[in-house]
């Protein structure tokens, strides 16, 4: 067998060494560059994990919620789907045991859930531009929720009690103004705000601290043109013992509107009887008749008729915030989403929320 020369030998020798610390080389680079790969897609997958709401699941006729200092414990969790009320709802459902029964609550992405609120709270014939308005107050609303929820196991509820969610098939349109607005949010010296909104305003809406006993600087009663909600004027008539019962107020003879808020809106009720006379905050009084019953508290004339109040007003909802019937006359009129939020949020501004 020639094996060469000595020279040769070495030659062949030194390149076979070269080879094997190239080959090192090689793989030590390639080594580092997956694991550098692989820190890097970690680490977007992380900064872009998508931000999640927890909704306790209501029926809006039985509402029932956690006590004030109740003791609950998750009693389970699964990945499915649960049906309450003939509306289905998927993604990450955990059953929570309380003192008095069970809780359902529903994880989902925040986008998707704020589908499901646009599809809940508005029609899906409404304009794009109001439908934008009507999600980005939505997901500003759910955000501030997540942030101040406290312990709770949940961030909202499904119902009125904070905004209605529908899951389910979301109509397109709804989609694509949920789509084109993707994180954006209402803030106020750069936090979210509390984006309280409500049906129809009946012409003004509302000061919050005649409802929620506190003022933000960035709500402030407006003009509005609500004419195109049908209850922008109703009319209820109320059997008398229904509104005793609902007042706990017995031998009623008369009832008056006793004082007005800024808006114009019934502030107490004076209720005068065989035995004297009662005060009732009227935002007490609608919310014992049901919200159904007393539309809003923006009462324009109260009648007897036999055993019936006559009860006539403008508006539903408590006032505060957006008004959703205006928003849509504004987009019918032209007007953007952003013109719409600065009307009823002045001086907020709109930024991304960037997983806060």
């Not at 900064?47 to 209501?58: F, H, N, P």
């Not at 789509?179 to 803030?187: A, K, P, V």
């Not at 009319?235 to 007005?260: F, Q």
């Not at 919310?287 to 019953?293: C, Q």
């Amino acid at each position: 067998m020639n094996i060469g020369t000595a020279e040769q030998q070495r030659n062949r020798a030194e390149a076979a060494l070269w080879n094997k610390l190239f080959l090192k080389k090689l793989l030590r680079y390639c080594t580092t560059a997956l694991i550098s790969l692989f820190t890097i897609h970690c680490f977007l997958f992380t900064a872009y994990a998508e931000t999640t709401i927890r909704v306790l699941l209501v029926d809006g006729k039985n509402t029932k919620l956690p006590k004030k200092g109740e003791k609950i414990e998750r009693f389970g969790n699964a990945k499915g789907e649960v049906l309450l009320s003939g509306l289905k709802y998927s993604g990450s459902i955990e059953v929570w045991k309380g003192e008095n029964g069970l809780y359902i609550v529903n994880e989902v992405p925040l986008e998707d859930y704020i589908k499901g609120v646009v599809a809940g709270e508005v029609g899906n014939s409404w304009d794009i531009e109001a439908l934008k308005a009507q999600a980005v107050v939505a997901r500003t609303y759910a955000l501030y929720q997540k942030l101040h929820n406290g312990k709770m196991p949940y961030d909202l509820t499904s119902s009125v009690l904070h905004q209605v969610y529908r899951s389910g098939n979301i109509p397109e349109n709804i989609a694509k103004a949920v789509n084109d607005t993707r994180g954006e949010i209402l803030t106020y010296e750069g936090k979210p705000i509390i984006a309280y909104y409500h049906s129809t305003s009946g012409g003004m809406t509302e000061d919050p601290a005649e409802v929620f006993g506190k003022s933000y600087p960035y709500l402030k009663p407006v003009e509005t043109s609500c004419e195109l909600s049908p209850y922008f004027m109703w009319e209820k008539r109320i059997p008398v013992s229904e509104i005793e019962r609902a007042s706990n107020v017995t031998g009623i003879k008369e009832i008056m509107i006793d004082d007005l808020t800024v808006s114009n809106r019934a502030r107490d009720f004076r209720i005068i009887t065989e035995n004297g006379e009662h005060k009732i905050p009227a935002r007490e009084l609608r919310k014992s008749l049901g919200w159904d019953r007393l539309p809003s508290t923006m009462i324009t004339n109260i009648a007897k008729d036999e055993d019936f109040y006559i009860f006539e007003g403008r508006g539903y909802g408590h006032g505060v915030g957006m008004c959703q019937w205006s928003a849509l006359a504004m987009a019918k009129k032209g007007m953007s989403y952003r013109d719409i939020l600065s009307k009823f949020y002045p001086g907020t501004v709109i930024e991304l929320y960037e997983n806060r």
